[in-house]
């Protein structure tokens, strides 16, 4: 996506009100960077429109609203905004996964979890009361969004948290790469997004790989599960490649852990002799069911394994992975940063980071002014330039930016 075109778009229509963004604790890092790009932009176009009343406040030292989430001693929280709101467009984020956060309880440490982040974000929706123009919320990774159909006498928490996102008066929802994004009939009359970074996944492994060959006797997508195979087949369709998938033989006799323990991974598709594969989900979690499907590819004479995956939770460490690299089951690993990345992360060479915060601040941008973020959603027209570029040796450092 062109700056420029981005410029031109969103200065043809009036901002819906002042922008305000409030990253929650759990977001900070990147809700930083988010500001430092729109800072940029606006200090950029400021000049044409210096003089006009509707866009007063358009530029600004920062766009990041002084909000927190103090606790007592107890545990409980609340939440406080420290500045007016009135009249705002609020652009709230939070980060559900990020473990790294603690609080004191009755003198304990406890380390913040999903539902701890989700009632943070109420509190500062709560805050608001109302005085705010809009409300969206940038959740990238959906809280519980692994629960989001019912197959049993069981919660439905995905779709009850959205209804009680609604019923709070936030007007927009916007997430990357739903586990599934039939969610959003819950809430079929408002603002909800999914976003896949399918555009970052090509930018990062091309920039950081300079010989992929990107054809169909070169390289090959793959899906570890049939849930994921809209995934592979858009990337497949865009790169022009074959596309194969795994489905689980689970055994539905037993429990554990809450699931039906996985049998056997079976494939389907062609011919994977020597080619380079790229393996692509929405998550890593644990990281076994990504492991398994590499050592099934090795099996079947893959080439160079690309573990391409939204958010890397690595919830049991990254040794697993630092064994398979070892074992040369993978040869590289891209996740984004749109979740909490431990630092160890970085220290190991096989791992390609996404970053994401210059895409966000586009996001942001554009719904601030009311304009269709559609060619935001659907990267095909960038990652076919992006590919042109990488063929004929012209990408740039803007490019790599």
Excluded at 201 to 224: N, Q, R
Excluded at 292 to 298: G, I, N, R, Y
Excluded at 324 to 336: D, F, H, Q, S
Excluded at 375 to 388: E, G, H, M, T, V
């Amino acid at each position: 996506m062109a700056k420029k075109h981005i410029d031109e778009r969103n200065l043809e229509t009036i901002p819906t009100g002042a922008l305000g963004i409030i990253p929650l604790k759990s977001c900070s890092k990147i809700g930083k960077e988010v500001d430092k790009y729109i800072i940029d932009w606006r200090e950029e176009r400021q000049h044409k429109h210096e003089d006009d009343i509707t866009f007063k406040g358009y530029s600004r030292e920062t766009f990041i609203i002084d909000a927190e989430c103090p606790r007592f001693g107890t545990g409980e929280a609340k939440g406080v905004i420290n500045q007016s709101i009135r009249g705002y467009d609020l652009f709230i984020m939070v980060d559900i996964t990020n473990y790294s956060l603690t609080y004191k309880l009755c003198g304990m440490v406890n380390h913040m979890s999903p539902d701890d982040h989700y009632q943070d974000l109420k509190r500062i929706i709560a805050a608001a009361a109302g005085k705010a123009r809009r409300i969206n919320v940038i959740m990238p990774f959906l809280y519980e969004g692994r629960q989001h159909r019912r197959t049993a006498r069981e919660s439905l928490d995905s779709a009850l948290a959205l209804q009680e996102l609604i019923d709070m008066g936030v007007d927009n929802i916007i997430t990357f790469d739903a586990h599934d994004p039939r969610i959003q009939n819950a809430i079929p009359l408002h603002g909800f997004e999914t976003v896949r970074p399918a555009y970052q996944f090509v930018k990062g492994i091309l920039t950081s790989e300079k010989d992929i060959k990107i054809d169909a006797d070169h390289l090959m997508i793959i899906s570890p599960d049939e849930g994921g195979t809209d995934r592979a087949v858009f990337l497949a369709n865009v790169l022009g490649v074959d596309m194969g998938m795994f489905y689980k033989r689970r055994d539905y006799s037993t429990i554990v852990d809450g699931m039906n323990p996985i049998v056997a991974h079976e494939f389907l598709g062609s011919s994977l002799d020597g080619k380079d594969v790229w393996i692509v989900d929405d998550m890593i979690s644990s990281g076994g069911s990504m492991i398994d499907v590499a050592k099934e590819l090795k099996k079947r004479n893959a080439g160079r394994i690309f573990v391409i995956a939204t958010f890397g939770l690595f919830t049991n460490g990254l040794e697993k992975f630092d064994k398979a690299y070892e074992e040369g089951l993978i040869y590289r690993l891209v996740t984004t940063d749109l979740t909490y990345q431990p630092p160890e992360l970085f220290d190991r060479e096989y791992y390609i980071p996404c970053p994401m915060a210059k895409y966000i601040a586009y996001i942001i941008d554009t719904v601030n002014h009311d304009t269709s973020i559609s060619d935001l959603l659907n990267p095909y027209n960038r990652i076919k330039d992006f590919i042109s570029r990488y063929e004929s040796g012209a990408l740039t450092d803007e490019d790599r930016d």
